[in-house]
């Protein structure tokens, strides 16, 4: 079952009402390999473009909704994400990658571009800047160095008038924020049920931030169903990887002390096995969960606000065989499967019990759980030592039996210079080792050069991936030197350089391939850290350079009038080698103006011409040694 | 302009064209003795930590109760590893850290220096922290083999018990690599490289592969050396290993935290170069010192760590010494505790000093207490040049006379009549006048013997090992020789004049003194050593032949007598002592001195030099040999007047 699919399954449920609810809210709950669980809230809310116009606002946060008005924005894209994705043991990521940012904040919108480049940059300033009133983060501080314009990566999700005409998108990233509980307070807040009830009330700051990967997203667009008038829609999600074992630690006391020796699971086949030697053991099947006991609460209430919402809250992928117990306001029920899928389990939250809960046991399950392969594997790395210079390495690996394309989107601050002579992107097939890498043409390539202190680099690539092959793509860059008053005070950490974004386009309608993906996806890579040339800003330091120079300046001016012997520029001896070379092209002079003047009948005179030239070579010579003496006052030694 | 004519007439004054051999010697003795100060408490500090966000020692550690347990079952793993054969091992290994929640890569690599191929296989894991973005990275290594060669047991036990109880914790903000390098030197720089190559660069003595897994930029390397078996053995003190290649080393601060984290917090001494009792008296504090300087100046690898250091990865190596009552938890504790301080960490190391000589585990000499002592050797060379250089631009006016006059005791100076204008006035002669250098013979002898210089540093460093030893006795052979001979070939073809050797010598010394200075602030102890070694080419003149130049006139009438003889006699020892000042017959002095196999010595020169590009040789061939070179062919020239 594709994640994808059961993400979209709330949407299938709702088009089948009449009416579409104002607001909807759904938590996906999935276990991942290795004790982690996947648990993705979306919370979907709707007005009516008329009300937005009016700003009546209901379930649509007013806070927001004010905002994107005054900044003519149209479409809205809004990440806050910490941690990695390990997509080797977990897989696809959800959503395709869609509903998630790099690490850091990160934000694109497509404003009206009406009044020209300084209006628009005007717009996204005051959107920026309202943003991170509203949401506690740093993003007023995306200013032009921060932000690009990308042509391939992204497009509009939401249905625009004119077909997407009149409209501009701009991209911003901060790679260095780092997202906490003051981002997830206002996050709730925009919520009908401000996280005191409902799905919601599961999200507690020190779980979600806790966890080994999380992104909050938050997306504003236009939606158009036929017949009907359209609507602005904002979902808002946070999907959060949790460790089960470190989460259903105690709160009071979340120190992961040794286990006491009882506790510890043996392998008890290893011939070295006593009572004081023990090599652990790896815990076999699921492990138990709870909601209560991985968020610290259980569900409270619900949240069944909107008029026509009749979807499921929750739901719940496991094995078939896996046994589940939902707990809710004292009644205690096993939860079965039903409907299309087997491996789905939904629940719709009680109105009236106070708290609902969901148990798994320990189950050793035979199946293995069904895993969906990633579109492509991507890591990027900084490479290189000292203070000069150093080079970007990226590996894509597309593990899948077809070609994919890829849209590849860095943007990279300016003091990072990269050479774009020096790009390569080389592809190894996997399959077979003995293989040169064959290098991979760009199908296209978009490229803003950086201007210092202004804009960054922007680099877009449209590639094809071969087949289950690799592909390397490297490029080398210099380090600027900042001004003193540009480095943060903590200058010596380094300096973070976003992430790479890349988009994995569905092929192309015509292609065989069956199981394909008609919808595109996104992965990112992990943020860098770029060491930069730092002086010491100590003050030792600038105690040393300021005796230096003043001893270079005393020193040399002694120096060279105890070194220096004054001459009168008459009395220098040619040197030499002057009067040498002097002599051979002398001679050289001579015998070319002879050869002319035998060509030229009758000529005469070559000779001579050689012989001054000579001189005045010397001459030169001479001057030269004089240097900076000069003979100024003319003054002899002695 | 009045201080410019002062200084014009200052540089006639007989004083100060005497006074150079005499500054240039006191530069050397106050040099030497420089050093002999430093372990006093008026030169040397106390460490501290400088960077707030280490905190050491303030956390508790938890690594203790059933972990001792699972230490236990890792110890009888890794000796049952120890059994198989390497494709095997390197498999399980990789199996053992795969079930901790690592993800486990391997680089195999492969060196082929003098004739001998050096290879081996890492393995390692990345423990992602949970909560990290991936941008940074702390490493802690145990080497299969440690440097002494033996199999690292406990060591690897430890590293692993401690890998399954990092990946508990939430709290890492870098990622933790866990490095099981196949030994302690190749190993580790081939991964090192890797990490930070921008290309892989297979050549013929070279071929590391691409590591497939990385994590951020390195903040800082630990490693752990305690090869006890599986029945194991309680040690006394941690001793810390700190040098890096070419005499780098880390940050001080992460020296000060295991310090204070092993003595302060868990009670286990430290001690460094191995000095196992350590009573602070002025003797200990000066042989450490000695120690620390002879290890610097060597600039190998010291441990598995050494590798790091050039890549401003600050690193160190605890290796357990001793009986004592600690054991394998009290180090498991360290550790944990030296990780939760490197991962307080928010920026890179950098706030303490990166210069610092070591006196005891808590006492330091930094660089503005020990430079002065290797500057001052570095510049009694340039004040010779100098002096050597005002010299050669001055020739004696009528020499015959001016020997006579300078055995006069008390005669006046010979009076000339200036007579400028109305003016007259009467002024001394001039025993000197100004001649013009040629320069041309001095600096193409001077290049020719560098350019020479590159034949023993290329024969000693790609020569089969076997051959080694030979290509050493020949370049003591081809050494003394070649002074004699170019003396001789320059003297009798070139005519070269006293005038063309003192630009020679003044060339030859003006580099040897640029370099050293330079290297001075690289790696102290090295240009140090070689500084007080290279020291006497400073008074080295053309040696008196048959005639009374520099003939000590004490010695008087009855001197005169055996006026021959004596000279012979002074001439030999000098000859004598400069062959001994030579950088050959000082290596093989030094390998008799620290009881060394000389072709064991020069195998690691040439591996330090080919893999992990220890310049000590190339400071040895290439700066002092050709300084030594010079001196010999002024020396050999003789003083007498053709």
């Not at chain 1, 894509?396 to 943007?411: D, G, K, M």
């Not at chain 1, 030792?540 to 020193?555: D, E, K, M, Q």
């Not at chain 2, 006016?397 to 007579?419: D, S």
């Amino acid at each position: 079952m594709k994640l994808a699919q059961l993400l979209a399954l709330p949407a299938t449920l709702i088009s089948a009402v009449l009416a579409i609810p104002e607001y909807s809210e759904h938590l996906h709950l999935r276990p991942l390999p290795n004790g982690y669980l996947y648990a993705g809230f979306n919370f979907t809310a709707s007005t009516s473009l008329s009300a937005y116009e009016s700003q009546h606002f209901r379930y649509f946060p007013r806070s927001l909704g004010q905002i994107l008005k005054h900044s003519g924005t149209r479409e809205l894209h809004l990440r806050f994400a910490l941690g990695r994705w390990d997509d080797e043991s977990w897989g696809s990521r959800p959503r395709d990658g869609k509903r998630e940012g790099g690490t850091g904040v990160e934000i694109w919108a497509w404003l009206d571009s009406g009044g020209g480049k300084p209006a628009v940059e005007e717009r996204w300033s005051s959107l920026v800047n309202s943003l991170s009133g509203l949401f506690c983060a740093s993003l007023n501080f995306i200013d032009g160095t921060k932000t690009t314009r990308p042509v391939l990566s992204f497009e509009p999700e939401g249905m625009h008038r004119g077909g997407g005409g009149g409209m501009e998108l701009l991209h911003g990233t901060l790679p260095h924020e780092v997202v906490c509980t003051e981002n997830l307070t206002p996050f709730l807040k925009l919520l009908p049920c401000k996280g005191k009830a409902g799905i919601s009330s599961l999200l507690d700051g020190h779980k979600v931030f806790d966890a080994n990967w999380q992104t909050m997203s938050i997306d504003v667009r236009p939606v158009c169903h036929v017949g009907e008038e359209c609507r602005l829609e904002i979902q808002q999600t946070v999907d959060i990887v949790l460790d089960i074992e470190r989460s259903m630690r105690p709160r009071n006391d979340p120190i992961p002390r040794p286990r006491p020796v009882e506790e510890l699971e043996c392998d008890e086949s290893k011939s070295y096995h006593a009572s004081d030697t023990c090599y652990p053991r790896r815990k076999e099947g699921e492990m138990a969960w709870s909601l209560s006991k991985i968020f610290g609460t259980p569900v409270r209430g619900s949240c069944h606000v909107a008029d026509g919402d009749e979807s499921h809250d929750i739901s719940l992928e496991v094995s078939r065989d896996r046994a589940v117990e939902v707990l809710q306001g004292g009644s205690n029920e096993t939860l079965v499967s039903h409907g299309q899928s087997q491996h789905v389990r939904a629940i719709r939250l009680s109105d009236t019990a106070k708290h609902t809960d969901i148990s798994l046991p320990q189950q050793i399950i035979q199946e293995a759980p069904h895993q969906e392969q990633p579109p492509l594997y991507a890591s990027r790395q900084i490479t290189g030592f000292g203070q000069e210079r150093g080079g970007m390495h990226t590996v894509l690996h597309n593990p899948h039996t077809y070609p994919q394309r890829i849209v590849y989107l860095e943007s990279l601050p300016w003091f990072l210079r990269p050479y774009m002579h020096t790009l390569k992107v080389l592809s190894h097939p996997t399959t077979s080792h003995n293989q040169p890498a064959t290098p991979v043409k760009p199908d296209k390539m978009f490229y803003t050069p950086a201007l210092d202190r202004e804009r960054g680099t922007h680099l877009e690539l449209l590639l094809t991936i071969p087949a289950q092959s690799t592909v390397e793509l490297t490029y080398d860059f210099d380090k600027a030197i900042l001004r003193y008053t540009e480095y943060p005070p903590d200058a010596n950490r380094g300096f973070d350089v976003a992430p790479a974004i890349i988009r994995v386009l569905p092929p192309n309608s015509n292609s065989t391939a069956g199981n394909e993906k008609t919808q595109d996806s996104y992965l990112r890579t992990t943020s860098l850290l770029l060491p930069l040339p730092t002086p010491d800003f100590s003050m030792p330091y600038n105690v040393i350079i300021l005796t230096s120079t003043v001893i270079a300046l005393g020193f040399g001016s002694i120096f060279n009038l105890l070194v220096r012997r004054f001459v009168l520029a008459e009395e220098v001896p040619r040197s030499a080698v002057a009067v040498r070379v002097a002599w051979v092209v002398g001679k050289v002079r001579g015998v070319v103006g002879g050869l002319k003047g035998r060509m030229r009948v009758g000529g005469e005179g070559g000779g001579g011409g050689g012989t001054v030239v000579g001189f005045g070579g010397a001459a030169d010579v001479r001057g030269g040694m004089n240097g900076g003496s000069g003979g100024a006052e003319g003054r002899k030694e002695r | 302009m009045a201080l410019s004519a002062r200084l014009l007439t200052l540089r006639n004054s007989p004083v100060l064209l005497k006074l150079p051999p005499y500054l240039s010697a006191l530069c050397i003795v106050i040099g030497i003795a420089w050093f002999f100060i430093l372990p006093l408490n008026e030169y040397s500090r106390q460490t501290y930590v400088s960077e707030n966000a280490i905190l050491p020692g303030q956390v508790h550690t938890y690594f203790g109760g059933s972990e001792h347990n699972v230490f236990r079952a890792y110890r009888q793993e890794v000796y049952q590893l120890s059994q198989f054969s390497e494709t095997d091992r390197l498999a399980a290994l990789e199996k053992v850290l795969r079930e901790i929640g690592l993800k486990v890569a391997a680089q195999p690599y492969h060196f082929t220096v003098a004739g001998e191929e050096v290879k081996g296989t890492n393995v390692y894991g990345v423990l992602q922290g949970p909560r990290a973005d991936a941008t940074e990275a702390m490493v802690l290594m145990a080497a299969w083999r440690n440097f002494e060669g033996e199999i690292n047991y406990s060591g690897l036990a430890l590293a692993l018990t401690l890998a399954r109880y990092f990946k508990r914790w939430s709290i890492w903000s870098k990622d933790i690599i866990l490095l099981i390098p196949a030994d302690s030197t190749y190993g580790p720089e081939a991964w090192v490289s890797a990490y930070h190559s921008t290309s892989p660069d297979i050549t013929a003595t070279r071929n590391v592969s691409s590591l497939p897994i990385k994590a951020g930029a390195l903040q800082a390397t630990v490693a752990l050396d305690y090869p006890v078996g599986p029945w194991g053995h309680r040690f006394d003190k941690l001793d810390i290993l700190y040098d890096g290649i070419n005499g780098a080393l880390p940050n001080l601060d992460l020296l000060n935290t295991a310090v204070a984290i092993a003595s302060g917090q868990m009670g286990i001494g430290c001690t460094i170069h191995g000095m196992l009792s350590h009573s602070d008296s002025y003797r200990d504090r000066l042989t450490t010192l000695a120690k620390g300087v002879v290890t610097q100046s060597a600039g190998q690898a010291t441990g598995p760590h050494s590798a790091f250091v050039p890549y401003h990865v600050d690193a160190i190596t605890l290796k357990t010494v001793g009986d004592g009552w600690h054991d394998e938890m009290s180090l498991g504790r360290t550790t944990e505790s030296l990780f939760r301080s490197i991962n307080n960490l928010l920026e890179h190391l950098h706030q303490s000093f990166f210069f610092y000589i070591l006196l005891n585990a808590n006492r330091f000499a930094s660089i503005g207490n020990y430079l002065p002592a290797a500057m001052l050797l570095a510049g009694s060379f340039t004040v010779t040049a100098l002096a050597l250089w005002v010299q050669s631009g001055q020739v004696a006016v009528g020499p015959a006379t001016k020997m006579e006059g300078t055995e006069k005791n008390g005669a006046q100076p010979e009076l000339e009549v200036v007579k400028i204008g109305d003016a007259v006035a009467l002024v001394p002669a001039a025993t000197t006048k100004p001649a013009e250098r040629e320069m041309l013979l001095p600096a193409a002898v001077v290049l020719a013997v560098h350019l020479a210089s590159f034949l023993p540093l290329y024969s000693l460093n790609s020569l089969h090992r076997q051959h080694l030893p030979t290509a050493l006795q020949t370049t003591i052979a081809t050494s003394l020789l070649l002074p004699a001979l170019a003396s001789t070939a320059l003297t009798r073809r070139s005519q070269i004049s006293t005038q063309q050797i003192q630009i020679m010598q003044s060339f030859s010394l003006l580099l040897l003194g640029t370099s050293l200075a330079t290297l001075a602030t690289l790696n102290f102890s090295l240009a140090f050593v070689v500084g007080v070694l290279a020291s006497p080419l400073s008074f080295v003149r053309p040696l008196p032949r048959g005639t009374t130049t520099g003939f000590p006139a004490v010695l008087g009438r009855v001197g005169r007598e055996y006026r021959y003889a004596l000279q012979v006699a002074m001439n030999l020892i000098a000859t004598l002592l400069y062959a001994v000042a030579s950088p050959p017959v000082v290596l093989y002095a030094l390998c008799w001195y620290f009881s060394q196999d000389v072709g064991g010595l020069l195998l690691e020169m040439a591996k330090g030099w080919s893999v992990q590009g220890v310049y000590t040789s190339f400071v040895i061939w290439a700066v002092w040999w050709p300084a030594w070179v010079v001196g010999g062919i002024a020396l050999c020239r003789g003083g007498g007047e053709r």
